[in-house]
């Protein structure tokens, strides 16, 4: 069953300490789905989802890549971007179903393009922009994910 918890940030600084907590929740297979306009704060998130998972916060925007890798030593980040991917044929040719058999965790910014190519146990991040800082963030996955709010 899935929850869905909302959280109100009004720094990056609190977006990074925030995704932290998520990012020590995620084991291998989790799939994140970014949903959020342009400057909302999924790098920013990405970032502390890296933190939270031991790799270094060397997180850049994938855009121009399609995807940035960030191999840990137990677990890995593939961070996409799906702004250009708008089918099955795109999506398969960024090689996202190989990354699905790594042992690691995939966040997808721009998810809105592939939403129903993702598994049903997909984590949704929404980021909606409600001030110049101001951020409201809704986590939707598995009852794993409510520990971030105590």
């Given at each position: 069953m899935k929850h869905s918890h909302e959280i109100c940030v009004s720094s990056p600084e609190e977006t990074i300490a925030f995704a932290e907590k998520?990012?020590?929740?995620?084991?291998?297979?989790?799939i994140i789905a970014y949903r959020g306009?342009?400057?909302a704060g999924k790098t920013t998130f990405t970032r502390g989802l890296a933190l939270g998972m031991g790799l270094p916060d060397n997180v850049s925007s994938p855009t121009f890549a399609l995807i940035n890798e960030y191999r840990g030593r137990e677990l890995s980040?593939?961070?996409f971007d799906m702004y250009r991917?708008?089918?099955?044929?795109?999506?398969?040719t960024t090689g996202f179903y190989d990354y699905m058999e790594e042992d690691g965790v995939i966040a997808v910014e721009w998810s809105e393009n592939i939403s129903e190519l993702l598994p049903e146990k997909t984590i949704i991040i929404d980021i909606a922009v409600t001030g110049e800082n101001e951020?409201?963030?809704t986590v939707t996955g598995d009852e794993r994910f409510d520990s971030a709010w105590d």
């Open positions: 998520i990012g020590s929740l995620l084991k291998s297979g989790d306009g342009l400057g980040l593939f961070h991917i708008m089918n099955e044929e795109a999506l398969e951020r409201r963030i």
